[in-house]
């Protein structure tokens, strides 16, 4: 066993090329073994076990800086730089993250989740490097579909026309994204790789790089041979390696879309070993999509790589046809082309993960709202119940798109009130509308459901009462809904319930109304407090002297691969202990 003696990047120095080759069998099977117990991204890390070998072979590493795009494709070089027993110990699986962390290793520069990164980092690296009279090489690591992001051009741009030194970027070409790659970009890598790397039509001389190409990605003498050539080198360089997506694994070689990212699974047939059976909003939103795109062909879906946001798989996109676009990893991109459709009669929707509508806020805010453009924005996992690490956390969308002008924010708390929101949204004309796919389960809605949301900022008074109202939004309704209940079977207060709906403004003469025989409002907000939708409504009463308002949310801070019983009782987000402030406080 070559993995269980090596504990650092310079135990590789003095292994044979065979025994480096046993050593990725051996990271390859830790690797599958993990991925089957916990999860996490296999297709992405199996194809570049060899790669990074390599690297920590022929580089000195940490005074060589790697600098690893998304880092989601890092497990091998976790193990290689003293983290191997979170690989093949069962008991220390979670004790690292997925991504590279500072705070792990002083071989991780970075603690990045978001793609086409790598290459304006290691510009950074670089450029410092060069004022303080360094000599170390830099290295950027880019692949899986992460060309196409607007920040890789931008870094690639910047690096082979401006910096003139050391400056060595590894392409990792497999020919895939998460699902396939979009975007003209990639055409020029089918054809360097046709050519073997002699076309002369060549993407990255255009940009003032050197360039070495390596047809034979997943072999390492190929690869050291490479790595070496370029070791040190005065000016930028682009290694073009071609790799195998889920090498090593057949199961992830034939389904590298599905093995990107997994959950725990059975190694024999990749399986999932637990898969959810219920119900599942994206599920339910995609054919809905569906459906009205069949009916109209003005409505269209847009996907910026991540397919899974809607549960788009391969035979749903051929149905959908060219109604169905994906982008490639450019947000940005999506955005304005929404906006662009709009303005032109047609019909967008376009969806994404909350934390990857971060990188679109100028897009949002200058060509959707100040132009007024009616598209659609669904914002999937924006929730404390969704995906839980530091950099993929869908906590801050509330303060970030509720208070950008003209934007329509809308928080569905039930399966009805979720589709009639997106009906309205791609039937309407008026608005540039976003909504928060609920993360907290399935609910039906126990009344009937608004059809039209063109009055703007209306709220739902769900329960009349007095003394105390509480307003829960979104997926803290049914949170609501429960201190409702609380309050009336313990203290016989039966208090008023409102679903507000918009997150994006309030509704003042519910609000005003509500003074006339209220003493307390309670709000729920499934996001930071800080810039958010509670703020408002105390805001609101902030002048009002007979009026207490309890804001209730999560702190400002990031969040990291937590607890979610422990995130929600820190910052009293249980029905039990929200009465209790209610108790001491109103009486």
């Known amino acids: 066993m070559y993995l269980e003696k090596l504990n650092a990047p310079t135990d590789l120095k003095n292994m044979t090329i065979s025994e480096c080759e046993k050593l990725a069998d051996e990271i390859r099977g830790a690797l599958l073994t993990k991925s089957s117990c916990i999860g996490g991204h296999l297709a992405s890390n199996l194809g570049m076990v060899e790669a990074t070998i390599a690297l920590h072979y022929v580089f000195d590493s940490p005074k060589d800086k790697i600098v690893f795009d998304v880092s989601h494709q890092c497990y091998t070089h976790k193990i290689l730089t003293g983290r191997k027993e979170a690989f093949i110990s069962p008991e220390q699986y979670r004790s690292v993250s997925g991504y590279t962390n500072p705070a792990e290793s002083e071989h991780d520069f970075f603690q990045v989740g978001h793609t086409a990164t790598s290459i304006s980092l290691a510009c950074g690296l670089a450029k410092a490097r060069d004022l303080n009279g360094g000599h170390e090489n830099i290295i950027a690591i880019i692949g899986d579909g992460s060309l196409s992001g607007g920040e890789a051009l931008e870094g690639l741009d910047f690096g082979g026309s401006e910096l003139g030194s050391n400056l060595i970027i590894i392409v990792n070409d497999n020919g895939q994204s998460i699902a396939e790659n979009h975007g003209g970009i990639y055409r020029n890598f089918t054809k360097l790789r046709e050519t073997h790397g002699k076309s002369d039509l060549n993407l990255f001389r255009a940009f003032g790089y050197d360039y070495l190409f390596v047809e034979r990605g997943n072999n390492i003498a190929d690869l050291i041979e490479a790595f070496s050539g370029v070791k040190d080198i005065a000016h930028p360089v682009v290694v073009h390696i071609c790799t195998t997506k889920g090498k090593g694994y057949p199961i992830a070689e034939q389904n590298k879309e599905k093995c990107h990212w997994v959950r725990p699974f059975d190694i024999q047939t990749g399986e999932e070993k637990n898969p959810f059976k219920g119900e599942r909003y994206d599920k339910i939103i995609r054919d809905h999509l569906l459906e009205r795109m069949k009916q109209d062909s003005r409505i269209t879906t847009i996907i910026a790589a991540v397919p899974d946001a809607l549960a788009f798989s391969e035979d749903k996109r051929k149905s959908a046809g060219k109604q169905f676009i994906d982008v490639g990893i450019a947000e940005e991109h999506a955005v304005a082309l929404a906006a662009g459709i709009a303005r032109n009669g047609g019909k967008p929707v376009f969806a994404t993960m909350s934390t990857f509508f971060q990188r679109t806020y100028d897009q949002i805010s200058q060509e959707l709202c100040i132009n007024m453009c009616a598209a659609t924005l669904i914002v999937a996992n924006a929730s404390v119940y969704a995906v839980n690490d530091v950099t993929h956390i869908g906590i801050f969308d509330i303060p970030l798109l509720s208070n950008i002008p003209n934007l329509v924010y809308l928080a569905p708390t039930n399966r009805q009130e979720y589709l009639a929101m997106l009906d309205w949204s791609i039937d309407q004309d008026d608005y540039p509308v976003a909504i928060r796919a609920p993360r907290n389960g399935i609910f039906e809605a126990k009344w009937d459901v608004e059809v039209d949301y063109s009055h703007l900022d209306k709220y739902h008074m769900v329960q009349s009462g007095k003394e105390i109202a ?54 729920l907000e499934d996001g930071i407090l800080n810039g958010g939708f509670g703020e408002k409504i105390a805001s609101f009463y902030g002048s009002w002297k007979n009026m207490q308002v309890l804001n209730y949310g999560l702190q400002k801070e990031f969040l990291d691969r937590y607890d979610l019983e422990e995130v929600m009782k820190k910052n009293r987000l249980v029905p039990e202990m929200i009465l209790e402030d209610i108790k001491r406080l109103y009486e």
């Open 470 to 523: 509480v307003i829960a939004l979104g997926d803290f309704f049914q949170m609501g809904e429960e201190v409702v209940r609380l309050l009336l079977s313990k203290y016989g207060i039966s208090a008023t319930l409102i679903n507000p709906r918009y997150i994006s403004g309030i509704d003042r003469d519910m609000l005003c109304a509500l003074a006339s025989d209220h003493k307390m409002i309670v709000t």
